[in-house]
Every structure is written in C-alpha cells, then in structure tokens.
C-alpha cells in the first residue's frame, strides 16, 4: 500500500509542483500584468496614462499630483468640490465661477477645487467621492459625468475591471499565472467585440448618480448634478469616435441623450439640485455651439465656452434655495 499511496501523494501533488514551477519561469523573466495599465478605454490609451498619470487601485489612475493635492485641501474645509472627467480636468469652468462670485462680491475668497479626471466615469467618481472626497467635508459637491461611461469598454465594464485589480485578489492576485490568465481574457474578449459592453450601463450610472448624491448628503453637504452640454448633430458626428468610442456612429446623439436624462431623473427623483447644462447650451443657436463653444469633438469647450458655462452655473447657484444658502454662508464668512 505504501508505493501506492506514495504514487497517488506524487500524483496529486505534480499539478502544484509545475504550477511552482511555471510561476518562478515567470518571475525568473519578470513577467508582470497590471490590468489597471492595459485596459483600454476611448481615452486616455495605456501608453499615455503611464506618462501622465499614475496607478489607483481604486480609482484605475490619477494624475500624478493628485495626492498632494489632496493633502493640501485637508488644511482647510472647500466651499465646493467639482468632480468629473476630462471636461472638468482640463476644463476652465470652476475658475471663472469663482472669478464671477468674487467679481460680484469684492472681498470674498471662495474655497473652490476641481477633483475631476480625464477619462473617469461615474464609477470612478463614486470611489473617488468615497475614499478622497467625503473627507474633506466640502459644502458642496458637483457631478459631471456622462461621455465616458456610456463609451464602450474593452471588453470589460468598469466595474469589472476594477474586480481585477491585483489588490481585489489578495495574494492570487499576484501570482504571475493568474496574471497571465487575465492577459489572455483580455487578449480574448479584445478579439470579440462583437457585444462590447458600456463601461457603466445605464442602469449602474443611475444608481452610482443616486449613491453619490446620498452619501453627500448624509455628510452634511449639497450634492448639485451637472449634465453633459454638446454640439453634436445626428448626421455630423464625429468619425474618429467609431474608432474607440462607439460601434456605430448613429448610436452618438440617442445615447448621449439616454444617459443625460437619466441625470434629469434623478435629481427630480431625489430632489437634488440640477444645472441642467444641455439643455442650457442646446437653446443656443447651433452655429455658435459647433464655431464658438465647443471643440471639434463637441464633447469639449474652449474658453469662451467655459465662461458660458461658468455663467449658467453662475445661475442655478442663485435660482436653487439650498446652493444659495451655501453661496451665503461664504457671503457672510468673507465680510
């Protein structure tokens, strides 16, 4: 019997010894997957976010300042804190709000951050608000998502590829044959994009949207709901989005349009303060949205467009009771 068991013990145990030793192979070759890094999205591709930003295991990445900067805001409490993707990143819309509320009131030093990052989707910005956020204690908190969660993903929704991340799967999660498993998934789902899924379906960007607003609440402070402004027309839309952006270019103006009223719906439902953007811009004539506001992608504004903005914002804070009040308590602090 001994011979016997000892061959069933060998047996059993040449899977985990050729695993042992597939995985010192590996690391013998330093091979290492990040998903994080090579997950790709409409924007920013891997190769650009490893030169702009850093790694998050939560939030995918963040610009490389990103942490201090959140050190620095801890010195004292922000009257608003805007969150959003890259039209809040690289956008100029919370500077010129707070350069007309001073205009209007001489003296007054308004607290205001932007915390939005290029490519983020409403998941993001909810792990965001969670984790870095919340804890500052702002007043109030904007929302502006939209273009990026409803973008289709690689093959992986956004949720999911945050299920990825190495920290998600302690100690597995770091082994290099699970690494390589995951590269091989995903080399898989990116030669069967027949169904690509949106990075955040409808259905979760409604409830990431509700669970935002809720946690702001329960902190103390205004959640306020941007919605997404743009130029595009059915029949004008921009080609190059099909390439990363979209499987059919018809598909742009309907689905921009779906997730923007799913915003509207929530903040009726909930009661929460909404600067409805879109429909501010769409009663614009349409020659000054494609030649004077937007961008050529007409996702994105030029300067003389965030001014626009930054003056319909300037409006909702003085039309909604709850922004107002928040606008006169800094009033009253600033003399």
Same mark, same amino acid.
């Given at each position: 019997?001994?011979?016997?068991?000892?061959?069933?013990?060998?047996?059993?145990?040449?899977?985990?010894?050729?695993?042992?030793?597939?995985?010192?192979?590996? *690391?013998?070759?330093?091979?290492?997957?990040?998903?994080?890094?090579? $997950?790709? !999205?409409?924007?920013?591709?891997? @190769?650009?976010?490893?030169?702009?930003?850093?790694?998050?295991?939560?939030?995918?990445?963040?610009?490389?300042?990103?942490?201090?900067?959140? @050190? %620095?805001?801890?010195?004292?409490?922000?009257?608003?804190?805007?969150?959003?993707?890259?039209?809040?990143?690289?956008?100029?819309?919370?500077?010129?709000?707070?350069?007309?509320?001073?205009?209007?009131?001489?003296?007054?030093?308004? %607290?205001?951050?932007?915390?939005?990052?290029?490519?983020?989707?409403?998941?993001?910005?909810?792990?965001?608000?969670?984790?870095?956020?919340?804890?500052?204690?702002?007043?109030? $908190?904007?929302?502006?998502?939209?273009?990026?969660?409803?973008?289709?993903?690689?093959?992986?929704?956004?949720?999911?590829?945050?299920?990825?991340?190495?920290?998600?799967?302690?100690?597995?999660?770091?082994?290099?044959?699970?690494?390589?498993? !995951?590269?091989?998934?995903?080399?898989?789902?990116?030669?069967?994009?027949?169904?690509?899924?949106? *990075?955040?379906?409808?259905?979760?960007?409604?409830?990431?949207?509700?669970?935002?607003? *809720?946690?702001?609440?329960?902190?103390?402070?205004?959640?306020?709901?941007?919605?997404?402004?743009?130029?595009?027309?059915?029949?004008?839309?921009?080609?190059?989005?099909?390439?990363?952006?979209?499987?059919?270019?018809?598909?742009?103006?309907?689905?921009?349009?779906?997730?923007?009223?799913?915003?509207?719906?929530?903040?009726?439902?909930?009661?929460?303060?909404?600067?409805?953007?879109?429909?501010?811009? %769409?009663?614009?004539?349409?020659?000054?949205?494609?030649?004077?506001? !937007?961008?050529?992608?007409?996702?994105?504004?030029?300067?003389?467009?965030?001014?626009?903005?930054?003056? !319909?914002?300037?409006?909702?804070?003085?039309?909604?009771?709850?922004?107002?009040?928040?606008?006169?308590?800094? $009033?009253?602090?600033?003399?």
């Amino acid at each position: 019997m001994r011979p016997l068991a000892a061959r069933l013990a060998l047996f059993a145990a040449s899977p985990i010894v050729g695993l042992a030793l597939a995985e010192a192979i590996f *690391r013998l070759f330093s091979f290492e997957f990040d998903p994080m890094l090579r $997950v790709e !999205f409409g924007w920013p591709k891997p @190769e650009i976010r490893e030169k702009l930003y850093l790694t998050d295991p939560d939030l995918f990445w963040v610009p490389k300042h990103y942490r201090e900067r959140l @050190e %620095a805001m801890k010195t004292g409490r922000p009257d608003i804190v805007f969150l959003g993707d890259s039209c809040t990143e690289f956008g100029s819309y919370p500077r010129w709000f707070r350069e007309r509320i001073e205009a209007e009131h001489p003296g007054l030093e308004l %607290a205001v951050e932007k915390l939005g990052v290029a490519g983020w989707t409403s998941y993001q910005g909810l792990e965001q608000l969670k984790r870095d956020v919340l804890p500052l204690r702002p007043r109030v $908190v904007s929302f502006y998502f939209g273009w990026n969660d409803h973008w289709v993903g690689f093959g992986l929704d956004d949720r999911a590829v945050h299920a990825m991340r190495p920290d998600g799967l302690p100690i597995v999660g770091r082994l290099r044959i699970v690494q390589l498993f !995951f590269r091989i998934r995903l080399a898989w789902l990116a030669d069967h994009r027949v169904e690509r899924p949106r *990075r955040v379906s409808p259905e979760d960007f409604r409830s990431n949207l509700r669970t935002m607003a *809720r946690l702001t609440r329960e902190m103390g402070a205004v959640p306020l709901m941007l919605t997404a402004p743009t130029s595009h027309e059915f029949g004008r839309e921009p080609r190059y989005l099909v390439e990363r952006w979209l499987t059919d270019l018809r598909d742009l103006v309907p689905l921009h349009q779906r997730y923007v009223s799913i915003v509207r719906e929530v903040a009726v439902k909930d009661e929460i303060p909404l600067c409805d953007l879109a429909a501010d811009f %769409a009663a614009l004539p349409q020659a000054d949205l494609t030649y004077r506001y !937007f961008k050529r992608d007409g996702m994105h504004l030029v300067r003389e467009g965030y001014e626009k903005l930054a003056e !319909f914002l300037y409006a909702c804070f003085q039309r909604e009771p709850e922004l107002r009040r928040v606008w006169t308590r800094a $009033v009253s602090a600033g003399g």
